[in-house]
């Protein structure tokens, strides 16, 4: 799929139909990574229609220089979620990056998101980031990229990390996303602007050596019906290294959005 948005054709794949789930994925990467580790979880459950973009300057969307900060990309998702939901409400999925544009696109849009996931979320307030420590595997394969992001270093890690993230490097825009970079933190919506109302996850890693787990468990005090799971044994790479766990904890959002509606 392909849809125009202003200056930016924003590029995707879809499967399946119903309900609306947008999935973004994070920094670095492209729309392949996301589908990799979360169609096994949307995959299950009825009367879903995941859409998965990548992100402007990533895979194939490029990033024009109207696009100038991380406020002009969540300008270009929600217009992007407008065209491809056809103004229905929807469910919002961000890993990492993705989170942090999940969580202004909830806030500037309470009505239009059913429900927000929130995986490894990259946050202003980030802290405590512990050093970066391999929990299986001797760390001696694969390149230094693979070995820094995964704590799980296993054969089948590597062979995931080869498929959907390392082919993702190529076609990344380094000068947008630089120029994004500079103006990264995201304009706060003006009080009083409450928090999003609806159901939420919140999953973190907590051997996370990017973004840490700290802030993640703030956002449980913030979000009035979010749940929270910090996940041991996992790091930023944890839909690929815990994928039944997220699997559950997906499933478990999923059944209080349907009760919400």
Partial sequence: MEIRVGQVAVHGVEHGAGRPVLVLHG?????????????????????????????????RTPAPASLRSADDVVDTLLRFADEATDGTAYLLVGHSAGAYF????AARRPER??????????????????EHRVVVGAGDIGDD???SYFVIQTPEMLERYRRYVAPAAALVDEAALERIGARWALTPEPPPA???????????GRLDS???HA????????????SLAVVDDAGHALPHEQPELLRALLVEWLTRVERSL
């Fill in 194 to 204: 409450p928090a999003y109302p609806g159901p939420t996850v919140v999953v973190a």
């Fill in 210 to 212: 990017t973004v840490g």
């Fill in 215 to 226: 802030a993640a468990v703030d956002l449980v005090h913030h979000y009035p019906h979010a």
């Fill in 27 to 59: 920094a670095g990467v492209d729309h392949r990574e996301a589908e990799a580790c979360f169609e096994p979880a949307l995959d299950g459950a009825a009367g879903l229609r995941r859409i998965y973009p990548d992100l402007p300057g990533m895979g």
């Fill in 113 to 130: 998101v059913a429900g927000l996931a929130l995986v490894c979320p990259l946050l202003p307030g980030v802290r405590e980031v512990p």
């Fill in 145 to 147: 990229a693979f070995r």
């Fill in 102 to 105: 999940a969580q202004a696109m």
